[in-house]
């Protein structure tokens, strides 16, 4: 447990990508302290989603404020939750090997963050049909891992293998224990 009485697992988000065209996933958003899952539509969603649930859960904590291209003034805005999380009634629906299992889509990917330090994240992410997990240091370098492994599939869940180009960073980290 976490000082925030929060369980190392809170920050686990496991992203079910259900079609991916032109660059472009779609696909589910499951989190433990959520009913059901929330969809997506691109990297860019996905990834504010993913910052609103964290935001929401208070974990990890973000070391940075905010800030506004637009000039909003901060101190006249109310920190809300996003909808689907209300902060106030926080349950756990799932546990984390529940959750792992309940999602159908034929590409998956877990992601931890640890981190929420620098204005970005840093963690890990897991994509269990390539069997493979790998740190990262910003949620650019984890789009970029999961774009190049997208890239590599002729339809989701069949990853088709090749020698990697140069400068290329697919999921290719340490395989799990015991492999």
Known sequence: MKKDGL?????????GVDA???????????????ESYIPFYGFMDLFLRIDQILDALDH???TFERRWLSGRDLDNMAAKPP??????????Y???????KILSAKTR????????QNAT??????????????????VLELGEMLL????????????????????ERLLRGSRPAGE
């Open 7 to 15: 369980p190392d697992y809170a920050a686990l988000m496991v992203v």
């Open 20 to 34: 991916y065209q032109l660059g472009v996933p779609e696909g589910r958003l499951f989190n433990c302290y959520l």
């Open 60 to 62: 990890p904590q973000a």
């Open 83 to 92: 909808v689907f999380l209300p902060k106030s009634s926080l349950v756990r």
């Open 94 to 100: 799932w546990e984390p090997g529940e959750l792992k």
């Open 109 to 116: 990917f877990y992601i931890r963050v640890l981190f929420r």
């Open 121 to 138: 994240w840093q963690g890990s992410v897991e994509w269990p049909e390539g069997r493979r997990r790998v740190n990262f240091r910003s």
């Open 148 to 167: 190049e492994t997208l890239e590599r599939m002729d339809k989701p869940g069949r990853w088709v293998a090749r020698r990697p180009v140069d400068g």
